[in-house]
């Protein structure tokens, strides 16, 4: 019988800024370059430049000096109507249906995570978030 949970019964996002710390290697995919890069008024070969690092062939965005994502500033993402595809699904990700075990660690540093639902109700908010995001 399937589950009455909703993505926003399992995820609360309290904007602590946990997400947006260390070297994620949040990729961008060209759309996020184009967005980002208008609304910050600049170009995407200026925005690439000045904030992005190489991972492998893909960009990613860059980790600032106080160990956050670049656009995390005074406690809040400086890009958020535009932030990237990577940024608006977590922590709906990928890695989560590869190993259900991913939501369990995750959780351990987003207080916004619950993690007293079952496997199936996990991966079946995950397919529904991922579907609005194609």
């Known amino acids: ?60 965005l860059a980790e600032g000096e106080n160990g956050y994502c670049v656009f995390w500033q005074d406690k809040r993402c400086g890009i958020h109507p535009v932030k990237p595809k990577m940024c608006r699904a977590w922590p709906f990700i990928q890695s989560v249906l590869t190993d259900i075990s991913n939501w369990r660690i995750m959780a351990a540093s987003c207080p916004g995570i619950r993690t007293d639902v079952s496997d199936d109700d996990i991966r079946e908010c995950v397919r529904e978030v991922r579907k609005t995001l194609i």
């Open 1 to 60: 019988m399937p589950s009455d949970i909703k993505p926003s019964d399992i995820f609360e996002c309290t904007q602590c800024g946990e997400c947006c710390k260390g070297y994620g290697g949040t990729y961008v995919t060209e759309k996020d370059i184009a967005a980002i890069s208008e609304y910050l008024h600049t170009d995407p070969a200026r925005f690439l430049k000045e904030c992005c690092q190489m991972s492998g062939r893909k960009p990613v």
